[in-house]
């Protein structure tokens, strides 16, 4: 590690840019919206590219609307349980490093994702669909026990996922960080958009530029608060209680 020296001449360890890269940040909800709104940005952008791509292979000639329905149906679901596995890491590592509480961490490592998660990935972009046009339910998987079942041990591997990231050294932890709210926000993106997809929001192409401002605010917010603030918020205030 280099060192600098104060105005005294003492030796001062220089700070590791990829742990400071996020202690700088953490402060204001305002602070995390901006920090994640590009990831947002660029991961809403690689959702369309992949949806079109999809899109394209699939061909509405040789499929029925029905059939695609229920694929994307699959893919949805397969992406939001994805989805819980980021989320409840992220909210893990975050609340362990402003507290030493076992039972507090895990409800919230448990309980914030469940809730943000159905927010980024289903009631807003219901909502979305519904102002958009599309008459769209909101199929909440946590009050289904098939899902709930298949729910259940994809939060679990995030609980301990996010137990072990945080035996890391901190001189891998900025990577982690950084390619894992990368990959979280992508994620939650085709997440949200084969929700819309799967329930009768065919001409998607058509409203690109209006469902993305949508999708930033529905996957921008959710994440942020499930990801920083709700941890953070807990874990210190369980902390001035102890």
């Not at 029905?66 to 596995?85: A, D, K, N």
């Not at 900025?174 to 926000?185: D, E, T, Y």
């Not at 939650?188 to 084969?194: D, N, P, R």
Request: net charge neutral.
């Amino acid at each position: 590690m280099s060192t600098l020296h104060d105005h005294n001449g003492h030796h001062q360890p220089e700070h590791n840019h990829a742990e400071h890269a996020h202690e700088g940040h953490i402060g204001s909800l305002r602070q995390e919206l901006m920090c994640h709104f590009p990831y947002a940005a660029f991961s809403l952008a690689l959702g369309f590219t992949v949806l079109s791509l999809i899109h394209l292979l699939t061909g509405t000639g040789y499929h029925s609307s029905r059939e695609l329905s229920q694929s994307y149906h699959i893919l949805f679901h397969s992406f939001h349980y994805l989805h819980l596995i980021f989320a409840v890491t992220g909210t893990c590592v975050m609340f362990f490093r402003f507290s030493k509480n076992v039972i507090g961490g895990i409800l919230v490592s448990l309980l914030a994702p469940a809730i943000f998660c159905t927010l980024s990935d289903v009631a807003l972009p219901a909502l979305a669909g519904n102002l958009l046009g599309v008459n769209m339910p909101v199929h909440i998987c946590f009050t289904n026990l098939a899902d709930l079942i298949n729910l259940l041990p994809f939060m679990i591997v995030g609980l301990l996922n996010g137990w072990m990231i945080r035996q890391h050294g901190q001189s891998s932890m900025g990577f982690i960080s950084l390619a894992s709210h990368f990959i979280h926000i992508l994620i939650s993106s085709l997440a949200a958009l084969f929700y819309m997809v799967s329930y009768g929001f065919t001409y998607w192409h058509h409203m690109m530029g209006v469902l993305l401002i949508f999708l930033l605010v529905a996957i921008v917010i959710p994440c942020t608060l499930s990801d920083i603030v709700i941890p953070m918020y807990f874990a210190q205030r369980k902390a001035k209680r102890s």
